[in-house]
């Protein structure tokens, strides 16, 4: 899922509190019929979730994925009230995407952050606001840490892959200062080492390691694969006339969504539903500074 450059998560509100990003408009774009079938491809803390099922009869259906174990469990407790309706998956959105069958679905919304429960959590190593260890996987069963990709990738590929997946251009410094200071084992060792190397630039309202942080957590789980798997499957499995609706967070993750929607309504597989992002309102701005960073596009399968 992608991240704000403020290293902060796309779902907290002041004072707290998990608040999905451009819930209204984002139903709105779904336009969710009674009886429809529905994927939430990031089921997160069940924000989005919720506000689907609760627009959904007995006949209506909510599929509901995430790849970290401790969101599920959390999105569970809080769709459990209208549990008849909501199948909850583990699993990357592209997985599960393609397990669905031909033409099933009436909407798919994924919404590409990284949560707020992911964040807080230093033990989970996402976010050099606080000492932890550096691991950054969403699902912690598999697949490798930030910590082996730090100490073990050699220098130039550590260096291709923050410039293109945190888009920093000082990534030829910041990796060859990785690789003198090895073994780096902690978020706060590996901020102090991209810090010292890539001094914040005097027009940059960024910490200096946010991207670098970025690039390694898209890195380690795979994020831009999985964008692109979910895409993919998106024209097969949603029917004639079923909307889809993805929130994205960088620039990077953006430019892929809108490229495939391009390419899809080029071969007659989309209609536009949004010609530029939507983007938040200055109240919702206000009232979640996270949000500052989201763009939603649509489109509706034709």
Do not use: C, W
């Amino acid at each position: 899922m992608g991240m704000h450059l403020d290293n902060t998560p796309q779902g907290v509100g002041r004072g707290g509190g998990h608040v999905p990003v451009l819930l209204k408009e984002a139903i709105e774009f779904l336009a969710i019929k009674r009886d429809g079938t529905y994927y939430d491809a990031t089921v997160g803390l069940g924000g989005h979730s919720s506000e689907i099922a609760r627009r959904l009869s007995a006949a209506g259906r909510l599929i509901a994925g995430d790849k970290d174990p401790a969101a599920l469990a959390l999105a569970q407790e809080k769709l459990s009230g209208v549990s008849p309706r909501v199948t909850l998956k583990q699993g990357s959105f592209a997985e599960i995407a393609n397990e669905q069958m031909t033409a099933s679905l009436d909407g798919i919304l994924a919404d590409i952050g990284v949560s707020s429960l992911q964040l807080d959590d230093p033990a989970r190593g996402f976010s050099f606001q606080a000492e932890g260890p550096l691991d950054m996987r969403m699902n912690t069963l598999q697949g490798r840490t930030a910590e082996q990709v730090v100490n073990e990738v050699d220098e130039v590929t550590l260096a291709n892959l923050i410039y293109e997946f945190g888009e920093e251009r000082r990534s030829r410094r910041i990796a060859r200062a990785i690789v003198r200071s090895r073994p780096i084992r902690s978020t706060a060792e590996l901020a102090d080492v991209v810090s010292a190397a890539a001094r914040s630039m005097k027009h940059e309202r960024i910490h200096p390691a946010t991207r670098t942080f970025q690039a390694l957590r898209v890195f380690v789980n795979q994020e831009m694969d999985e964008l692109r798997g979910l895409l993919e499957a998106a024209p097969r499995i949603l029917k004639p006339g079923g909307r889809l609706v993805i929130i994205s967070f960088h620039s990077l993750e953006d430019r892929i969504v809108k490229d495939a929607i391009r390419d899809g309504a080029k071969q007659g597989l989309y209609r536009f539903l949004t010609k530029k992002p939507v983007t938040a309102t200055e109240e919702e701005i206000d009232r979640n500074p996270r949000s500052r960073s989201a763009k939603l596009r649509a489109a509706e399968r034709v």
